[in-house]
Each structure stands twice: as structure tokens, then as C-alpha cells.
């Protein structure tokens, strides 16, 4: 089985003429066209949000376009909280979901009039100390314990992440909150990573309609909104079936029915934080076949490394891969395609089929539009590439430049390392 990449062959050879391999490649088209099919989604649902996952892809061009289909932001950190604030996404448009929280995180959160998920029961009298008050609209994350299952067999294993709150934790968090002056509240879990199952939602909302209404019976608080966060995958592998974003939609609705309204919790607003979903597919990274190595293995050796993607390293994970301009060809030589970082595990793919490959050859790792560019680091001193965007009428636009040694190089303030250096190309 395959993927057809979204950029073709003849397109990516004049992309190449003016933007050095390697970088990523996003698809303005597909990106549109998955927002308004998540928004369609959940339209039955007056007060849905979908809050993009800032960490996925922080990259304003992208933030803006899903900012025009409704799209808040899921912000985990000063910098996405100052990336959102200068696009213009303020107040209730952000949801500041962090652990761990420094302080002054959260006094920007509140200054920008975020909604507070917090992680921990303890964070309570932290938030109340550090900003002087508990805000009236508080959400707080909810982490069930044990292994957690939906109709495909177990999917996770919440109790071993350092994430949320115990079920007791969370009906005493609620009490001392509503204590403390908090008005409006707000449920929220995140179980699984990268579902590729169209139950996933529909079974962690009925877990959560019924906790809703659990607490309102035994605390007398409505919960206003529950927060289902992110864990719809993509299909990374070819031979697995994509999720259908309004299935998923109208299971949850489904459940919706059953459990709330008859609770008298049929004005509950539901909030997704998706970041893989929205644009994992539309993005890809780009590079080039540099070298071939004849050992014990096939090697190609490509100008992209673990630094422009860490996944498969860092995970094992499956990215595709397709040979631009071999697309039908037979996949009869069994390479790995590695990178030129000085780790072993620096290796896009390993022993995969692929056709013959020669150097100079372009190559498309699929799947990179999240949690690709966005984990990128500076190893080896390798450089960040750049982004591009391939814009609904053909044309591109460069989003992020490639980052320059003289990048690399500025916050060594005390030493100024390039003044005598004999380089022009910084």
C-alpha cells in the first residue's frame, strides 16, 4: 500500500530551486478543508471550541489560518502564551494547560484572561498565591488511574503519567475552589496519544458526562464545559484507516444524548484540544538523498537528520516515505534512511522497502505537519530548516527561514564568536 503525497513531483522540483532542502512543506488546502470538517463536526454543540495545540506546530501562519475557522489555542508555556497574544488570541479564545507551572506563567495566563487547566489539587493555593485570587472560570484535569480501554482493547495506561488529578482529589479540588470564589468550572482529561479509532472520543466523553454528573449530584456544581484535549492520531501508516472527524463527532453527540441531557446538563459547551489531528497530515518533510553507504546494510544517507525529526529516534515511529518521481516504481531494495547526527538511532526509516534510490533523489517523510519542525533542537549544532507553505493556488510562501549559524550563535552574548570568523553567509 501507499501515500500520495500532496505536492507533486514537478512542483517540488521548482520548490527546490528556490528553497534548499531540507525543510517542511505544509498544505494550506488540506489544512483548510480538515478545520471546517472538525468544526462541521461538532456544530450540533453550541459552545464548541476547538483549542489548536500550540506545541504541535507554533507557527503563526498556520495558528492564523485555523484562527479564521473558530480555532482557539492550547497554550502549555510562556512562549505559546506570547505567540497566541500577538495573533491576537486572548481571553477565553486561550486554554493554558501546563504542569509543573512557574509562577509567572501563570500571572501571564491570568493578565491575558486564559482559562486555567490546572494539573494538580496542590496548584490550587499556588494559583491562589501567586496571582492573588482564584479566577472565577477554573478548569481542573482529571487522570482516572489504572489502564484505559475502549472498544479495541487497552489504549493506555493513565495511572503511570505524572499528569491530573485523582477522582477524590478532583471532588475536593472542586469543593475548595467554589470556596475560594470560583463561579464557572470546567472538566478536562487527556488519556491516549494518537488514536487511530473513531471510539476513542465518544468513549473518554461518556467517562467524563458521567463524572460531570456525578459531581453535580454529590456537589451540587455544574460543570460548564468539558474539555476532551487531544489524542485523535492520524494514520502514519498506509494500511491503517484514517479517523472520520464527523463519526467521531456525532459518537460524541451520541453520548451527549444519553448521559447529559437527561442530567439537565444539556447547555454543556465541549472543548477539544487537537493538534495532531488538525495538521499532522498536511505537512511533510522534504529532503535529499546525499550519500549511499554499502556496508553490512544499505544506507542512504540524507541532508535531513533527527533534529528536523526526532520521532522516529526518539519513538520508533513510522513516518512514510515516497521517492518523488519513483512514486510507481517497484519497492524491490531494502534501505535505511538515515541522517548525520552522531547518534545511532538517527534513522528515518530501517530496513524499508523502497524503490532504488540514487543521490540527488528527493524524498517526502510523511506526516510531519505536528509535533515535526515543532521538536527540533540544535544538536551537533544542526541548524532548524525552514517552513514553507504551499498555498491553495500552487504558489508558495516561506513561513520560518532555515535558522543561520549566526542564529546558532546569539545568545553566547559574552563571546562574540563570529567577529573574526572568515564566514560571509550569516
Known amino acids: 500500500m501507499n501515500k500520495e503525497p500532496f505536492v507533486t ?76 497574544d500577538a495573533l491576537g488570541i486572548r481571553g477565553e479564545d486561550i486554554m493554558f494547560s ?63 503519567a505524572k499528569y491530573g488529578f485523582t477522582k477524590e482529589q478532583l471532588f475536593e479540588g472542586y469543593k475548595l475552589l467554589k470556596q475560594k470564589g470560583a463561579k464557572r ?13 473513531n471510539d476513542y472520543y465518544p468513549t473518554l466523553a461518556k467517562t467524563l458526562f458521567e463524572l460531570a454528573v456525578e459531581i453535580k449530584e454529590k456537589l451540587g456544581i455544574t460543570i460548564s464545559f468539558i474539555n476532551l484535549s487531544g489524542g485523535v492520531g492520524v494514520a502514519y501508516k498506509p494500511q491503517e484507516q484514517p479517523n472520520d472527524i464527523r463519526v467521531i463527532g456525532e459518537g460524541v453527540h451520541k453520548v451527549f444524548d444519553e448521559v447529559l441531557v437527561p442530567a439537565g446538563l444539556g447547555d454543556t459547551a465541549i472543548y477539544t484540544e487537537m493538534g495532531r489531528f488538525m495538521t499532522g497530515p498536511y505537512g511533510c518533510l522534504v529532503t535529499k538523498a546525499i550519500h549511499e553507504k554499502h556496508t553490512y546494510k544499505e544506507y542512504i544517507g540524507v541532508d535531513a537528520c533527527a533534529a528536523n525529526l526526532m520521532r522516529p529516534a526518539m519513538y520508533g515511529a513510522y513516518h512514510h516515505i515516497t521517492v518523488m518521481g519513483k512514486e510507481h516504481a517497484p519497492c524491490d531494495h531494502k534501505y535505511d534512511i538515515v541522517g548525520s547526527l552522531c547518534e545511532n538511532n538517527d534513522k528515518f526509516a530501517v530496513d524499508r522497502m523502497l524503490p532504488e534510490i540514487e543521490t540527488g533523489d528527493l524524498l517526502v517523510i510523511h506526516d510531519t505537519g505536528a509535533h515535526g519542525f515543532a521538536m527540533g533542537y540544535n544538536y551537533n549544532g544542526r541548524l532548524w530548516s525552514a517552513e514553507v507553505l504551499l498555498k491553495e493556488d500552487g504558489t508558495t510562501q516561506l513561513i520560518r527561514r532555515a535558522q543561520t549559524p549566526k542564529d546558532y550563535f546569539a545568545t553566547f552574548d559574552c563571546f562574540d564568536i563570529l567577529k573574526n570568523m572568515n564566514y560571509n553567509g550569516v
Open 98 to 160: 501546563s504542569n509543573e507551572t512557574p509562577p509567572e506563567e501563570f500571572q501571564f495566563a491570568d493578565k491575558l484572561g486564559a482559562i486555567i487547566n490546572l494539573d494538580d489539587i496542590t496548584h490550587i493555593d499556588f494559583l491562589e498565591q501567586t496571582i492573588g485570587k482564584i479566577p472565577e472560570t477554573i478548569s481542573c484535569r482529571y487522570n482516572p488511574g489504572g489502564v484505559y480501554e475502549v472498544s479495541n482493547g487497552i489504549m493506555d495506561n493513565p495511572q503511570d
Open 185 to 197: 468550572f470546567g472538566l478536562h482529561s487527556f488519556l491516549v496519544s494518537n488514536t487511530v479509532t
Open 9 to 84: 513531483y514537478d512542483q517540488l522540483k521548482e520548490i527546490v530551486e528556490q528553497f534548499p532542502t531540507p525543510f517542511h512543506l505544509y498544505d494550506e488546502k488540506g489544512i483548510r478543508e480538515n478545520a471546517q470538517a472538525v468544526k462541521e463536526a461538532f456544530s450540533w454543540n453550541q459552545g464548541y471550541r476547538e483549542y489548536f495545540a500550540v506545541k504541535a506546530e507554533p507557527n503563526p501562519f498556520i495558528m492564523n489560518i485555523l484562527k479564521e475557522y473558530g480555532c482557539g489555542c492550547d497554550c502549555s508555556s510562556m512562549t505559546e502564551l506570547m505567540l497566541s
